[in-house]
């Protein structure tokens, strides 16, 4: 069994904590956040520089000496990390981080859709076992959880195997959590193991990583060092 750490991070944060977490960022980072809408900055720096502290604290890095390499779909992994793999995910005033050992994750973040977005989204682009699931007669807030649960679900699979969110489309990650993915389709080979994961107000998250064994899922949430 394999222990992924789930880092839970609050985004919106002070002024001072946000400037200090700014002086971490790599010029390609810095670069992101020159013109952007002042709360979508501040967010973005807290995102990465938490990130980049709990990523250093691992490597026994300090924070600004984390490296980034990125995958053929742009999936970023810490430089000389040995077997550490990571991924992050964001939405809104919520982040999370997921770390395991000598396994590729996945991980993913939403606020919740509106329940008729939800049901078009889904008729269009899940299987329909799934399509069907979300469109289940329940007040407009539980098709609007089924169909968020799910995309997260997707998204982690996506972001784990380091394919494109369109070759998932036809993988089914429908069923009690959590779950085995026997068959990623066109997202690659091999299986992966797949679980929601709670986090706090109106999101849903979920966690995938590469491989058949189990996995143990540590839920922690970040405060800046």
Request: aromatic letters at 6%; charged letters at 25%; a positive charge.
């Amino acid at each position: 069994m394999t222990e992924v750490e789930f880092w839970v991070i609050d985004t919106d944060r002070p002024s001072r904590v946000v400037t200090a977490l700014w002086r971490s960022l790599d010029a390609r980072e810095r670069a992101r956040t020159a013109g952007a809408d002042p709360g979508q900055r501040d967010r973005f720096t807290v995102v990465r520089g938490a990130v980049r502290q709990l990523v250093g604290a691992r490597l026994g890095l300090p924070p600004a000496e984390v490296v980034w390499r990125h995958g053929p779909n742009g999936k970023p992994e810490a430089a000389d990390a040995g077997g550490l793999r990571v991924n992050w995910s964001a939405s809104g005033a919520l982040a999370v981080l997921a770390l395991a050992e000598g396994r590729a994750v996945g991980v993913d973040v939403e606020r919740l859709h509106a329940a008729r977005t939800a049901e078009r989204m889904a008729a269009r682009w899940f299987p329909f076992e799934e399509a069907c699931a979300v469109a289940e007669p329940a007040e407009p807030s539980e098709r609007a959880a089924r169909f968020t649960a799910l995309w997260c679900r997707r998204e982690a699979c996506t972001k784990a195997y380091g394919g494109r969110l369109a070759q998932s489309f036809g993988v089914s990650v429908g069923g009690p959590s959590p779950l085995l993915v026997a068959d990623p389709g066109a997202l690659g080979t091999g299986p992966a193991r797949l679980c929601d994961v709670p986090v706090p107000g109106p999101f849903r998250a979920a966690v995938a990583a590469l491989g058949e064994s189990p996995i143990h899922v540590n839920s922690l949430v970040w405060k800046p060092m």
